[in-house]
Structures are given as structure tokens and as C-alpha cells.
């Protein structure tokens, strides 16, 4: 069964950077096809994507973040790290990492998510 | 970027109506659409993919039907688990992107 678990820093000052990771099991990062994705949600609003990693190392980002964000995998850890630069208060939201199978780009099974406030 | 814009933003509804919730892509995105449900405080939940097959464990009252840029999620028949956001998201190109949700209440 899959199950993904995001972990980090629950409070940030403006202009730290944010690391997170997304442990995951029941399915490895070295399958074809397999990507884990990273989509946020600030607080009563929308769900936004971020970020993808593919198993082939492929990496998408959102246009709007990318200078900010980098994403990287430890297949031998199952994990999968997503570090934002220059945090600000409007990043505040809840982080979700999700499992995603390349050629059908809908995330069928999602972490709890992790709520990240930015406040100085 | 595709910009996805769901209709209406929330619906009052009662237990074992049929309901529908729209979606429009800014552009054509053939069939790459999912539908999520969201319920407070817990994450996203897959309910349709290739904007008609249904993920399995999914109760057959929820129903996903269109290609292009118009589609619909039908739920018949409500149930009290019903209530909840309901959110639209395309992967036909990157970046991917969500609908601004729809909020499904009880009347």
C-alpha cells in the first residue's frame, strides 16, 4: 500500500528557505513511470502545483516558482526533497507531496501534508 | 499557463440529490483531467481520472464525462460524505493546474 509523509519546518522567517521531504513507501522511485509530485494549498484557498520529479530524474516546476524551487531524490532512502528559496509570508500554506505516474499526470495518492507559516 | 475555471464556486444541496460541477480548461486538454474531493483538514482524494474512469474504491454515484475544455463531475443520489470541495486539475501540459474548487454544502 502507498503512503507518503511530508516533514519540515512548520515555522519560517521571511527569507529562510524551506526544506521538505516527502518519505514515502510502497513503490520506488526507480519504477518507470513513477514521479512524485509537490502541490500546496495556502489557507482557504486553491491547490497549487509545484513541482515533479520523474523516475528517469525529469524534474517540471511551476514557471512562476522555478527560480525558487529545486527537487531531488534518495531512491535508497525512498525519500524526495523539495527546498523553496526566500520564503515570504504569502508562501505560507500546507504542503503536500503526492505519487504520480507519468502518462496519466493525476496524483492518486497524497501525504497528510505539512502546514508551513512564514512570519517574522 | 491552462487556466481551469469551475462553476458554480458552491452549491446547497440535500442528501440524494444529483448535483453537477463544471469545468472549463482556458484550452483544449483532450482528456488529461482529474477531479479531487477535499474535506476539512485532510488532503485532496482522487476521484476521476482521464476525465471518466473512476479510481478504484470510488462510489459509482460519482460520474465524469467530457474532453476538450468542457467538463462535468455528476454526483447522484448525495450522501452526507458528499459534502466536501471538489477540485478540477488538467495534465495535459506543465505547468499543471487546478480549478479554484467548488464547494459542495448541505441545504
Known amino acids: 500500500q502507498i503512503t507518503l509523509k511530508e516533514s519540515g519546518p512548520t515555522l519560517l522567517k521571511p527569507a529562510q528557505t524551506l526544506t521538505l521531504t516527502c518519505n514515502f513507501s510502497?513503490?520506488?522511485?526507480?519504477?518507470?513511470?513513477?514521479?512524485v509530485g509537490w502541490i500546496r494549498q495556502p489557507p482557504g484557498k486553491a491547490l497549487e502545483w509545484l513541482a515533479t520529479?520523474?523516475?528517469?530524474?525529469?524534474?517540471r516546476f511551476s514557471p512562476s516558482l522555478e527560480s525558487r524551487l529545486s527537487i531531488a531524490k534518495d531512491t535508497s532512502k525512498n525519500h524526495v526533497v523539495l527546498t523553496m528559496t526566500n520564503m515570504a509570508p504569502v508562501d505560507t500554506a500546507t504542503y503536500y507531496c503526492?505519487?504520480?505516474?507519468?502518462?496519466?499526470?493525476?496524483?492518486?495518492?497524497w501525504g497528510q501534508g505539512t502546514l508551513v507559516t512564514v512570519s517574522s | 499557463d491552462i487556466q481551469m475555471t469551475q462553476s458554480p464556486s458552491s452549491v446547497s444541496a440535500s442528501v440524494g440529490d444529483r448535483v453537477t460541477i463544471t469545468c472549463r480548461a482556458s484550452?483544449?486538454?483532450?482528456?488529461?483531467l482529474a477531479w479531487y474531493q477535499q474535506k476539512p483538514g485532510k488532503a485532496p482524494k482522487i476521484l476521476m481520472y482521464?476525465?471518466?474512469t473512476l479510481q478504484s474504491g470510488v462510489p459509482s454515484r460519482f460520474s465524469g464525462s467530457g474532453s476538450g475544455t468542457d467538463f462535468t463531475l455528476t454526483i447522484t443520489s448525495l450522501q452526507p460524505e458528499d459534502f466536501a470541495i471538489y477540485y478540477c486539475?488538467?495534465?495535459?501540459?506543465?505547468?499543471?493546474?487546478f480549478g479554484q474548487g467548488t464547494k459542495l454544502e448541505i441545504k
Open positions: 503526492a505519487h504520480s505516474v507519468y502518462g496519466d499526470s493525476s496524483f492518486d495518492y
Open positions: 510502497g513503490f520506488s522511485l526507480t519504477t518507470s513511470e513513477v514521479g
Open positions: 520529479i520523474y523516475w528517469d530524474d525529469d524534474k
Open positions: 484550452q483544449g486538454i483532450s482528456s488529461w
Open positions: 486539475q488538467q495534465g495535459y501540459t506543465f505547468p499543471y493546474t
Open positions: 482521464a476525465a471518466s
